[in-house]
């Protein structure tokens, strides 16, 4: 009888523990797990596919929102303060640099690690010139801007290794759990990624033409990986409004190079590239720079559509 009173009582104490254990919310597990902050859909992905369930990734950049100019909410600033970790790509998002500047927070900036390229921030030409101003100067000095670091390094699978490493090592330190969880995600990400390299090196080795006519200049990365030429309606910051001189010039260049198709994006204007498709008489196709949550919530999908638009405009074999 005494045994049978333990044993009852034993039984009792289990139940009352699950109990207790199972009225934690999903909510409040998450909360209690390493909080990962990014503002960009591509940074937040490899952080996400790394981490797997050890760490909660918060990319503070809404979908269909403007990746560029983002605007904080009080909310997403104490996130930032909150985080335990924040990955960032230094220059790409002013807002998120500022506040991350005010934090005391662990920091990657994976931009300074990644081989950074330059790109062009805005055109070269301002009202009031006229050719005689630019004698001297060649077809890509003409449609030139001021310089500053390309932070669309994701475009180019092997640097999107680089940045996993990177970003690997350092969600390796936030718990015992991320120290395994990681090592094992590591190599299934590299194995993809390097997937979409041998492919993209596959169907681009053959081409028409070797020129891309691209809304905004977010894909120099890709094309020097993959021996392409980018001609960039507008520089690094896609808001920024090409003058009339500046589509006259793209246009002959365009024609120069005999290129096949115009690529523009989702979320940009339209109208510039209907222009440049009817002068050029080709067809107007969608190259993701892949910046923003896409519908399909992947990167490596985003990366797959991209060739095959890719292959189909500059005319591939």
């Not at 009852?8 to 902050?37: A, D, H, N, R």
């Not at 002959?252 to 209907?274: G, L, M, R």
């Not at 923003?292 to 992947?298: E, F």
Request: aromatic residues 4%.
């Amino acid at each position: 009888m005494v045994l049978m009173k333990k044993l009852i009582s034993l039984f009792s104490l289990i139940v009352i523990l699950v109990g207790c254990s199972s009225t934690e919310t999903p909510e409040q597990v998450k909360e209690e797990l390493p909080q990962i902050v990014t503002g960009a859909f591509p940074i937040a992905w490899l952080s996400s596919q790394l981490a797997g369930d050890c760490a909660v990734v918060n990319d503070l950049t809404p979908a269909g929102g403007d990746v560029h100019d983002l605007e904080l909410t009080p909310a997403q600033t104490a996130a930032i303060i909150d985080a335990d970790l924040i990955i960032s790509v230094s220059g790409f998002q002013i807002s998120f640099d500022d506040a991350v500047a005010n934090t005391t927070a662990d920091v990657l900036d994976l931009l300074p690690l990644i081989d950074p390229i330059l790109g062009e921030t805005h055109s070269h030409n301002h009202s009031g010139e006229t050719d005689h101003d630019h004698e001297g100067e060649t077809d890509h000095e003409k449609i030139s801007g001021e310089e500053s670091l390309d932070p669309h390094f994701w475009l180019d699978p092997n640097r999107a290794i680089t940045a996993a490493n990177l970003i690997k090592e350092v969600i390796n330190t936030l718990s015992d759990d991320c120290a395994t969880e990681t090592s094992d995600n590591y190599q299934s990400l590299v194995q993809n990624l390097t997937q979409i390299d041998v492919d993209y090196r596959d169907e681009l080795s053959q081409c028409q033409s070797k020129t891309m006519v691209v809304s905004h200049e977010a894909f120099g990365y890709l094309a020097k990986a993959y021996d392409l030429e980018q001609i960039a309606v507008a520089g690094l910051d896609p808001e920024s409004e090409p003058s009339a001189a500046r589509i006259s010039e793209i246009i002959a260049i365009a024609k120069e190079k005999k290129v096949s198709a115009v690529f523009t994006e989702d979320n940009a204007n339209p109208a510039v590239a209907d222009i440049l498709a009817k002068e050029l008489k080709v067809g107007v196709l969608v190259l993701n720079p892949i910046e923003l949550k896409p519908a399909s919530l992947d990167y490596l999908t985003e990366m797959q559509q991209n060739l095959l638009n890719l292959s189909q405009g500059l005319g591939c074999r």
